[in-house]
């Protein structure tokens, strides 16, 4: 018997259907959320979702949002996710400069402008990662990897 997973995100729904097991980056540890899981709640941090159905595995990167657990369903409210697959690699490597510029640039280190900069890189390198390990685009010389 599966369980019902739904991905949403703050602008999308990104996934729904029936799995297998549904691997959670949950703030105490790794997840898996098999059918007829006891009832939870809790936090994701950033990290990646996998969803399992007959042997096939697709990846989300998440950068933290909420699981809620149900014996028959899995939801996962995001903050933003995206599919591996329709990860843009320039869109991350240009937020990427541009938060490591602000670092740079010696704004207070408590300061909110500091901690935005943080967070937009923690972003875009897992973005970066996780689509040159698991996405359409991995095939990509290395010369092209070289400045990261
Ligand atoms: P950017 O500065 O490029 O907008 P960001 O980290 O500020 O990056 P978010 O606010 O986390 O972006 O996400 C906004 C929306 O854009 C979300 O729907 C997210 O899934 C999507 N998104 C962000 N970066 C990428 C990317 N590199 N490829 C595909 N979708 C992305």
Known sequence: MPIRCEIVSQDRSLFEGDVDIVVIPGTDG???ILPNHAPLLSTIRMGIV???RAGEEQLFTITGGL???????????ADAAENVEEIDIARAED???KAEQRLKE????????????EAALHRSTLRLDMARRYGRTRKRPLETRSSE
């Open 30 to 32: 790794e997840m898996g």
């Open 50 to 52: 996998r969803v399992r």
């Open 67 to 77: 699981v809620e657990v149900q014996p028959t369903i899995v939801t996962i409210l």
């Open 95 to 97: 937020a990427k400069r």
């Open 106 to 117: 010696g704004v207070p280190a408590d300061s909110e402008a500091y901690l935005a900069a």
